[in-house]
């Protein structure tokens, strides 16, 4: 796989632009949604995590049920559940979706939204926790008889799972996390490191952090790279500024009255975010044309910086980041289901016929060449 693009599921229509409304579960969206992202050539989706959704596996196996093709990126975090009983949870989630699963562990850089679940250790002991929970995980993946395990937070023995994934050697591990520990912990387990959507300068810092931390673990290689951003796409550029002003001005209402986003509007404390502040703080483009005005107005509360112009324009932008080694991109839209589908017609396939020229011509990402 050259290149990859994930869209983002969710059990009910919103974004900064939608205020949520209906079911906290509307069946008939979350099977629309996905079908939506298979019908327009996206590879995975996104089943997000936090503190109030929805069960992720659950909402993962509806998505496997609506779906044929559609690979499905599933938010784990550690600390919750057993890492044995969690490998076999996923393992069997893998095989009943006939291996489309991936898993993408987040240790959580808020106190307040882990304490929530009851997790109450501080951001260092989180990650900490993360490194031995992914080792115990692998090993119960792929261990070929029964195993002990002895550490700070786990103690298993004899484990010695029966279910596998049929994927080799086993599902994809994506991760998150932008403090050092974090990049630490991933350069020794992920196999696919995602950031947001940060500069140029500040993406290829990052991802040159990322692989030295794999490389010290011999594993400079084998990491890949993801980058998740908002295209706003227009017929023109002027088009497509109109509609991002247009979604900051509807976002800015949402969030000054309504107190789903109250939360938003407050100062970040995990890592990826304040990078995305001080990227922000750079103006309001960015590089080419790297929109900040959403990251600004709710304190880069997730994924929330844009690339904005023609299909032309934003492929132009994107390969710039696939030169830097950034393989896979997750890209939603502020319109969830319209905009999945617009970027089906319009930009997945130029992004996709653009790097196939390039590899066609021998021209690897920095990754693939280092």
């Given at each position: 796989?050259?290149?990859?693009?994930?869209?983002?599921?969710?059990?009910?229509?919103?974004?900064?632009?939608?205020?949520?409304?209906?079911?906290?579960?509307?069946?008939?969206?979350?099977?629309?949604?996905?079908?939506?992202?298979?019908?327009?050539?996206?590879?995975?989706?996104?089943?997000?995590?936090?503190?109030?959704?929805?069960?992720?596996?659950?909402?993962?196996?509806?998505?496997?049920?609506?779906?044929?093709?559609?690979?499905?990126?599933?938010?784990?975090?550690?600390?919750?559940?057993?890492?044995?009983?969690?490998?076999?949870?996923?393992?069997?989630?893998?095989?009943?979706?006939?291996?489309?699963?991936?898993?993408?562990?987040?240790?959580?850089?808020?106190?307040?939204?882990?304490?929530?679940?009851?997790?109450?250790?501080?951001?260092?002991?989180?990650?900490?926790?993360?490194?031995?929970?992914?080792?115990?995980?692998?090993?119960?993946?792929?261990?070929?008889?029964p195993?002990?395990?002895e550490?700070?937070?786990?103690?298993?023995?004899?484990?010695?799972?029966?279910?596998r994934?049929?994927?080799?050697?086993?599902?994809?591990?994506y991760?998150?996390?932008s403090?050092?520990?974090?990049?630490?912990v991933?350069?020794?387990?992920?196999?696919?490191?995602a950031?947001?959507?940060?500069s140029?300068?500040?993406?290829?810092?990052?991802?040159?952090?990322?692989?030295?931390?794999a490389?010290r673990?011999?594993?400079?290689?084998?990491?890949?790279?993801?980058?998740?951003?908002?295209?706003?796409?227009?017929?023109?550029?002027?088009?497509?500024?109109?509609?991002?002003?247009?979604?900051?001005?509807?976002?800015?209402?949402?969030?000054?009255?309504?107190?789903?986003?109250?939360?938003?509007?407050?100062?970040?404390?995990?890592?990826?975010?304040?990078?995305?502040?001080?990227?922000?703080?750079?103006?309001?483009?960015?590089?080419?044309?790297l929109?900040t005005?959403?990251?600004?107005?709710?304190?880069?509360?997730?994924?929330?910086?844009?690339?904005?112009?023609?299909?032309?324009?934003?492929?132009?932008?994107?390969?710039?980041?696939?030169?830097?080694?950034?393989?896979?991109?997750?890209?939603?839209?502020?319109?969830?289901?319209?905009?999945?589908?617009?970027?089906?017609?319009e930009?997945?396939?130029?992004?996709r016929?653009?790097?196939?020229?390039?590899?066609?011509?021998?021209?690897?990402?920095?990754?693939?060449?280092?």
């Amino acid at each position: 796989m050259s290149i990859e693009f994930i869209g983002i599921s969710a059990t009910q229509e919103t974004s900064e632009t939608l205020l949520p409304h209906g079911p906290a579960i509307d069946k008939s969206y979350v099977g629309a949604i996905a079908r939506a992202h298979e019908y327009a050539g996206f590879d995975r989706v996104l089943v997000a995590h936090s503190s109030s959704s929805a069960d992720g596996f659950q909402v993962a196996a509806f998505i496997a049920h609506q779906t044929e093709r559609l690979g499905i990126l599933l938010a784990h975090r550690p600390g919750f559940v057993a890492p044995t009983l969690a490998a076999r949870q996923l393992a069997t989630l893998d095989q009943f979706s006939d291996g489309r699963l991936a898993v993408h562990i987040i240790s959580g850089g808020d106190d307040t939204e882990q304490q929530r679940d009851g997790d109450f250790l501080d951001h260092d002991e989180r990650y900490q926790r993360t490194d031995e929970y992914l080792e115990v995980l692998r090993k119960t993946w792929t261990s070929s008889g029964p195993f002990d395990h002895e550490g700070r937070h786990y103690r298993v023995k004899g484990q010695n799972a029966v279910v596998r994934s049929p994927q080799k050697p086993h599902l994809p591990i994506y991760f998150g996390g932008s403090s050092d520990i974090a990049i630490e912990v991933a350069g020794k387990h992920a196999d696919v490191y995602a950031l947001w959507g940060e500069s140029l300068a500040q993406v290829k810092e990052t991802v040159d952090k990322v692989r030295a931390a794999a490389g010290r673990h011999g594993r400079a290689d084998k990491i890949r790279f993801s980058l998740s951003l908002r295209p706003i796409l227009g017929a023109t550029e002027e088009q497509a500024w109109a509609r991002a002003d247009s979604i900051l001005e509807q976002a800015t209402a949402n969030v000054s009255n309504n107190v789903f986003f109250a939360s938003r509007t407050q100062q970040p404390k995990n890592v990826g975010s304040q990078r995305l502040l001080a990227a922000a703080a750079q103006g309001k483009v960015v590089d080419k044309r790297l929109w900040t005005g959403i990251t600004a107005l709710t304190k880069a509360a997730g994924n929330s910086t844009a690339l904005v112009g023609t299909p032309e324009q934003v492929t132009e932008s994107l390969l710039d980041y696939y030169d830097l080694g950034i393989t896979t991109f997750l890209i939603r839209g502020f319109d969830p289901v319209a905009d999945a589908l617009q970027y089906g017609r319009e930009l997945l396939p130029l992004v996709r016929a653009a790097v196939a020229q390039r590899e066609a011509a021998g021209q690897a990402p920095a990754q693939q060449a280092a």
